[in-house]
């Protein structure tokens, strides 16, 4: 039986999209499929060595339970998405749900492949160090070679 | 049922449960048992998929109270 393989494209980088690739990349690693992950555009700050500002917006959120109904123009207001954030992040933690610096070094154990898109880099100018040294970065090409046999392709 | 190794994982959702899961039956030789103790409801489905996609034998699922238990036999 040869492994199956996985490819995912994260083009996200709120911290309600970024629990999605990390979570379907674990998984799928447990189960023997061979992962990788290419993260582009937004998604491309999950591969920071630093992910603790990693944030969730309320605003123009109408999906997101709220203890309180929070009309939109509240929701704009200063502090509204710092309060979101760790609001979020204690729930998952009361929960039980792996931080998502966990989840990400879960995936690095399981040998979870992540690209980082040089198009994105080159953009917003940030700099290779800024990243983890587990990312290879490359293009769209690159990428679509591991993802032209993939059983699973998801974009994210 | 004999097990040769405990996972506790009490507390954990998902993938933990199955992330951790497969990490302990790697510790294990051919044939040992694991036990594992769970209280994530979606881990019942989890583990059922997870033996039969990796061919670990699932042995028993039962569920006491609020916890799931599990045996799994490494392939």
Avoid at chain 1, 31 to 56: A, C, M, N, P, W
Wanted: with cysteine; net charge neutral.
């Amino acid at each position: 039986m040869t492994q199956k393989r996985m490819a995912l494209i994260a083009t996200k980088g709120t911290l309600d999209w970024a629990y999605p690739p990390f979570i379907l990349a674990s998984t799928a690693a447990s189960l023997g499929y061979e992962v990788q992950i290419f993260f582009t555009f937004y998604g491309l700050q999950l591969l920071r060595k630093d992910i603790s500002h990693i944030k969730i917006s309320p605003l123009a959120n109408p999906a997101m339970p709220m203890p309180v109904p929070m009309p939109v123009l509240v929701q704009a207001l200063p502090g509204m998405e710092a309060m979101a954030t760790m609001m979020m992040k204690n729930k998952m933690k009361s929960k039980g749900v792996a931080s998502l610096d966990d989840l990400r070094s879960i995936c690095i154990e399981s040998d979870v492949k992540f690209i980082g898109c040089q198009m994105t880099v080159d953009l917003f100018e940030f700099k290779k160090e800024d990243f983890i040294p587990q990312t290879q970065f490359g293009g769209a090409a690159m990428f679509l070679g591991f993802a032209g046999d993939a059983d699973i392709s998801l974009f994210i | 049922m004999n097990y040769d190794k405990e996972l506790d994982a009490r507390g954990l959702a998902c993938p933990l449960p199955i992330v951790k899961t497969r990490k302990a039956l790697n510790d294990l030789t051919s044939g040992q048992v694991l036990r594992v103790v769970a209280t994530d409801s979606g881990s019942v489905a989890d583990m059922k998929a997870f033996a039969e996609q990796t061919g670990n034998e699932l042995l028993s699922s039962a569920q006491e109270g609020a916890t799931y238990l599990f045996y799994l036999k490494r392939r």
